[in-house]
């Protein structure tokens, strides 16, 4: 089972996650294969309903997120969370650009020092949260 704090932000993360799909609780209970009420029960904030290691696992493969992902989009703020996931996305769209070789040294260069600048922010953000 899951920690009580780290149900909370398990069970806000179910909700945030279904309602940025678009879906009903529903549709999310068939993807799983539960029943609409156990879905409910989960999902609900004030329910005493324990959510399993599994279950976490089978909600983040509906909704796709990869394993690398998965603590970010769980149990930090939505605001750090975007930040994180911004920075990510940058540092892979540079690797990649250099792996194909569609950049040359100055690019890299002014890249690099973009990336730092904008890390130094990050780092900020991560020095204060794992200060709590």
């Given amino acids: 089972m899951i ?4 149900t909370l ?3 806000t993360f179910m909700i945030e996650m279904r309602k940025k799909h678009n879906y ?10 539960i029943s609409r009420s156990t879905y409910i029960r989960m999902e609900n904030i004030g329910s005493s309903q324990k959510i399993t290691l599994e279950q976490s696992r089978d909600i983040f493969e509906f909704y796709n997120v990869q394993e690398g992902f998965r603590e970010i989009l769980t149990y930090l703020e939505p605001s750090h969370r975007n930040e994180i996931i911004e920075r990510i996305a940058l540092t892979m769209n540079f690797l990649e650009d250099i792996d194909k070789g569609t ?3 100055n ?3 002014a890249a690099a020092k973009d990336l730092r600048k904008r890390y130094a922010k990050s780092h900020k953000v991560l020095s204060a949260i794992s200060q709590k």
């Avoid at 920690?3 to 780290?6: G, L, M």
């Avoid at 009903?24 to 294969?33: I, P, Y």
Wanted: charged share 45%.
């Fill in 3 to 6: 920690a009580k704090d780290v």
């Fill in 9 to 11: 932000k398990f069970k």
């Fill in 24 to 33: 009903t609780q529903d549709e999310v209970a068939k993807g799983l294969k």
């Fill in 103 to 105: 950049i040359n040294f």
């Fill in 107 to 109: 690019e890299i260069k």
